[in-house]
T-cell receptor
Framework: GESVGLHLPTLSVQEGDNSIINCAYS??????FIWYKQESGKGPQFIID?????DKRQGQRVTVLLNKTVKHLSLQIAATQPGDSAVYFC????????????FGQGTELSVKP | NAGVMQNPRHLVRRRGQEARLRCSPM?????VYWYRQLPEEGLKFMVY????????ESGMPKERFSAEFPKEGPSILRIQQVVRGDSAAYFC????????????FGPGTRLTVT
């Protein structure tokens, strides 16, 4: 069925390195994508978003890339810090399905000092 | 600005009891979404409400679950006759207006059914 999924369930990086978290989606009607960070015992925290008419968007230390041809989304975190350790979810909003978000399974990022 | 508030943060119920989960959206936000998260899974959409209206309840189980967002007061997610499979974290998110895509999440209510 239609879904948003992540390629890797866990990712371990060294402090200071760059991290790349990937996400695949299957519905071409999706017009908006968000990355959330969830720390243990907390609610998802908005990181960055991108609309389908864009292919790249940058924030502070984070960049989201969207490749609509292969239905792929990635989150790049520059100079990863221990505070970045969390589970990262991509979510999509589909054009004809109102405001609800469809979440992927999540990738756990672990930063080694 | 206070964020999305949810209470209680932890709720323990015995099988067959009722659970009531409350959500107060961010100030100025009139759209509320409820999501459920099972352990080590992503969030699953349940229901989308505006003040006094249910807009989309396609993710709600057909029985025992209901939601409301009255003109005054918080949004309520009610689960009647809880079963162990209802144990999960329930998150509320709010957004400011129709057409606004950003959703801001509360800290969640962790429901445990014993």
């Amino acid at each position: 069925g239609e879904s948003v999924g992540l390629h890797l369930p866990t990712l371990s990086v060294q402090e200071g390195d760059n991290s790349i978290i990937n996400c695949a989606y299957s519905n071409s009607a999706s017009d908006y994508f968000i990355w959330y960070k969830q720390e243990s015992g907390k609610g998802p925290q908005f990181i960055i978003d991108i609309r389908s008419n864009m292919d790249k968007r940058q924030g502070q230390r984070v960049t989201v890339l969207l490749n609509k041809t292969v239905k792929h989304l990635s989150l790049q975190i520059a100079a990863t810090q221990p505070g970045d350790s969390a589970v990262y979810f991509c979510a999509e909003k589909r054009h004809n399905q109102g405001g609800k978000l469809i979440f992927g399974q999540g990738t756990e990022l672990s930063v080694k000092p | 600005n206070a964020g999305v508030m949810q209470n209680p943060r932890h709720l323990v119920r015995r099988r067959g009891q009722e659970a009531r989960l409350r959500c107060s959206p961010m100030k100025g936000h009139s759209h509320v979404y409820w999501y459920r998260q099972l352990p080590e899974e992503g969030l699953k959409f349940m229901v989308y409400l505006q003040k006094e209206n249910i807009i989309d309840e396609s993710g709600m189980p057909k029985e025992r679950f209901s939601a409301e967002f009255p003109k005054e007061g918080p949004s309520i997610l009610r689960i009647q006759q809880v079963v162990r499979g209802d144990s999960a974290a329930y998150f509320c998110a709010s957004s400011p207006k129709t057409g606004s895509y950003e959703q801001y999440f509360g800290p969640g209510t962790r429901l445990t059914v014993t």
